[in-house]
């Protein structure tokens, strides 16, 4: 356990930044879920409507550091492919 006052801080500020961190991968993994199960179902129209809603979360998720940019342009490409590829 920490001694000093600052690393007591620091150890507090850590557990509640990775509360924070954990609840947002989790808020992104859940919209990018919505995206594949509607694909899965093949239904483009769902699909289109939760890409819409799930695009500024993962931009957002660059910002706050959970994303690499590269790796969020990659996500939002190949989801937007299989959306593409859907039956209209």
């Known amino acids: ?3 000093k006052s ?3 801080k620091a150890a507090r500020q850590n557990v509640e930044r990775r509360a924070h961190n954990k609840a947002r991968v989790s808020r ?5 879920k919505k995206i594949e199960d509607a694909i899965a179902t093949g239904n483009r129209g769902a699909a289109e409507d939760a890409f819409k809603l799930a695009q500024p979360i993962i931009h957002g998720s660059v910002n706050d550091g959970l994303l690499h940019k ?3 342009a990659r996500k939002l490409s190949r989801l937007t492919a299989r959306i593409r590829t859907l039956a209209a």
């Open 6 to 8: 600052s690393a007591i």
């Open 28 to 32: 992104l993994r859940t919209f990018i």
């Open 70 to 72: 590269n790796t969020a």
């Open 1 to 3: 356990m920490a001694n």
